[in-house]
């Protein structure tokens, strides 16, 4: 089993910046692959980015490429979601998901994740 504890989030001005940081357990966290999601009211889980288990390797969604950045620190057990140049349209429900046997066919649907975080909100003003 895996725990999840996402923090960071907040209420910023548009054109400001977050981190959110992921701290895993209960698992050899480099066996992970680490993502996060998002989910805005009345609107459908999405996914915002991907990282593989070592973090060589990373995918963004189109909205948030350029302006997001996903890391992870292996020997704090840690994922980051560096968030720069938010906009108003990024106010979600911050998720962290994991899952040791995603693929790249796979990692952008949430259904194939096993371990999620409880969330944490993201508000942006404009």
């Known amino acids: 089993q895996v725990q999840l504890v996402e923090s960071g989030g907040g209420l910023v001005q548009a054109g400001g910046s977050l981190r959110l940081s992921c701290a895993a357990s209960?698992?050899?966290?480099?066996?992970?692959?680490m993502a996060w999601f998002r989910q805005a009211p009345g609107k459908e889980r999405e996914f915002v980015a991907v990282g593989n288990r070592s973090g060589g390797y990373t995918y963004y969604a189109d909205s948030v490429k350029g302006r997001f950045t996903v890391s992870r620190d292996n020997a704090k057990n840690t994922v980051y979601l560096q968030m720069n140049s938010l906009k108003p349209e990024d106010t979600a429900v911050y998720y962290c998901?994991?899952?040791?046997?995603?693929?790249?066919?796979?990692?952008?649907?949430?259904?194939?994740?096993?371990?999620w975080g409880q969330g944490t909100q993201v508000t942006v003003s404009s």
């Open positions: 209960g698992r050899t966290f480099n066996s992970l692959n």
């Open positions: 998901a994991a899952d040791p046997k995603i693929t790249m066919q796979t990692m952008t649907l949430s259904e194939e994740y096993d371990y």
